[in-house]
């Protein structure tokens, strides 16, 4: 009986002992917290539309240009390419005095990504905020340097896209410029762009004042 007693107590002993392992502290957090979902890298792009707007669609009755060799105004600027986006372009935009005025609606305050749609027929151009100043709502638009490569026809390649970045729309009316800057890239002189369109991508909902007649 006392074997008994003592082995029972043996057994209580360790059975204590077993239990004074080291215990599981509450304060530790979880190994591994459950994450937030990530948010979309860009929210805007659920619910955005990109608007194309025809660059030949502008009021281009007064705009003052410039061809390679000679003048050139107005209408005469527009020319036809199966290339281009609607089937023209803007061209001969090689002056200082060329503004093209882009004129936009939109429906909130809101943000707009800005694509442009360009070619160049004086070889590979640097486009920045000198050589081609951008103003929106008449502050000029800040946008990393882009090169716009040579007009290459038997690539079919001869606009290319650039994505500009982020602009702010108000209310109502925006006016949207694009002007050729001091630069020597025609002959020493100012030149510009082969202008085709623009791009704006926002949530608002956004209309273009057009002049179809343009091209009539
Ligand atoms: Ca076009």
Not at 73 to 95: K, P, Q, R, W
Not at 114 to 123: A, D, I, K, M, Q
Not at 147 to 158: D, I, L, R
Not at 179 to 206: H, M, R, W
């Amino acid at each position: 009986m006392k074997k008994l007693l003592a082995l029972l107590c043996a057994l209580a002993m360790m059975l204590t002992l077993a239990a004074c392992g080291p215990a599981p502290d509450p304060t530790d957090p979880p190994t591994d917290p459950p994450k937030p979902t990530d948010p979309p890298t860009d929210p805007a792009t659920s619910n955005s539309t990109t608007y194309l707007f025809e660059t030949e669609y502008t009021y281009m009755k007064d705009v003052v240009g410039g061809g390679i060799s000679g003048a050139a105004a107005g209408l005469n600027m527009i020319v036809e390419s199966t290339d281009a986006s609607n089937g023209f372009y803007v061209g001969s935009t090689h002056s200082t005095k060329c503004v093209i005025t882009y004129k936009v609606t939109s429906s909130e305050a809101a943000t707009a990504t800005l694509r442009v749609l360009l070619g160049s027929e004086l070889g590979a151009m640097k486009l920045n905020p000198t050589s081609f100043v951008i103003t929106v709502n008449g502050t000029a638009f800040t946008y990393e340097e882009i090169t716009v490569p040579t007009e290459v026809k038997t690539t079919g390649k001869t606009f290319t896209q650039f994505k500009l970045g982020d602009i702010q729309l108000q209310e109502g009316e925006n006016i949207i410029t694009f002007q050729v800057g001091p630069n020597e890239y025609c002959n020493g002189g100012p030149g510009g762009p082969l202008f085709d369109a623009i791009k704006l991508t926002s949530t608002a909902t956004l209309t273009m004042e057009e002049h179809p007649e343009n091209i009539e």
